[in-house]
Structure formats: C-alpha cells, structure tokens
C-alpha cells in the first residue's frame, strides 16, 4: 500500500509538469498533501501529525486559491497529443514498476525477520528511541513548543503589521 502510495506522489509530480493552468496544480498540490499525510499517518501509527500537516496545507491553499483565482484567466485545461503520450508512458512505467517491485520488497533485509529482530534486539532496546510522536506536549519538548508557538505569533504580527490594507486587491475592477 505505502508503495502504491509513494507511486501516485511520483505520478502526480510527474503530471504537474504538463499542466499550464494554475487551479488545476492546486487540486494537484491538494492530492499530494493528502496522499502525504496518509503516508505519513501509516508510518508512526497515529494520525494526529497527519491531521495537522493537513489542515495547515489546506490553509495555505486556500490562501493562494484567492490570489490565484483573482488572476487567473478564464482559459480551459489544453494538452496536446505529445503530453498525453509521455503521460501515457509515466502511467505504464508506475504500473509495471508496483506489479515488479513486490517480488523485489520480499527479498529486502528489511523485510528479513532475521534482520528485524536483530535491529529490534541490539540497536533499539534502550527507552531513548520508543519515542512516539503522540507525546507531543511532555516535558522535554515544551521548550521547543513554546519557541514555535512564539515564532508562529511574531509571524503573525509581522505579516500583519506589513501588509497595508489601503493599498486594495490585487486585481482591480475595470
């Protein structure tokens, strides 16, 4: 599954490049932000990061939605033959590369339960390395939570403090 994943993020980069039309790479962005969290969600066993991470990229993006929509034209999504044939090529070559890489994952030491055992034996049995990432407010890290929440605030009154509400939108009507 998490490699069916890491090839859709690869296909999606892959598709932004033929892509001129600015709403269409958000709806892109958006997909890839989803895909990541979901990623990122299966690899420490809780969601709680992965919630977060999303909810702070779609904030952005529906900043930049509003800027771009006010500037953007009324053009229609265009792609021509040739894209369509590379596009073509990079779906064939992400479906071959999971149905390929199945039989390559099992051969893989870290799939090895020799191996697993040995890491899980030797290099992880001190208590310093089962952190997990849901303690997120303990007290080890409540200085560097302080210093970002700060940080974040500062910003905050900077951007606030820079941006003139007098000088209008972007875009004027006309």
């Known amino acids: ?3 069916l994943l890491m090839n859709f993020i690869l296909f999606t980069c892959m598709f ?13 962005i958006l997909i890839q ?3 990541i969290c979901l990623l990122s969600g299966m690899l420490t ?3 709680w990061f992965s919630y977060i991470l999303f909810l702070i990229f779609v904030g952005g993006i529906l900043v930049m939605f509003i800027y771009i929509s006010s500037i953007a034209s009324n ?17 064939c070559f992400f479906i071959l590369s999971y149905y390929f890489s199945n039989d390559l994952l099992t051969s893989n030491f870290y799939f ?4 697993y055992n040995f890491f899980n034996k030797y290099m992880f049995s001190n208590n ?19 210093m970002l929440v700060l940080y974040l605030f500062i910003t905050l009154i900077a951007v606030v403090k820079i941006t ?6 972007l875009r004027s009507n006309l």
């Open 1 to 3: 599954m998490k490699l």
């Open 112 to 115: 090895n339960n020799e191996m």
């Open 45 to 47: 066993d809780t969601y």
């Open 164 to 169: 003139n509400i007098f000088k209008g939108p």
């Open 16 to 28: 932004m490049m033929f892509i001129k039309h600015p709403l269409a790479l958000g709806i892109l």
């Open 33 to 35: 932000t989803f895909i």
């Open 75 to 91: 053009e229609l999504f265009k792609i021509n033959f040739m894209d369509k044939s590379i596009l073509l090529f990079f779906i």
């Open 128 to 146: 310093e390395f089962n952190f997990n990432l849901s303690k997120l407010y303990n007290e080890q890290t409540f200085l560097l939570l302080m």
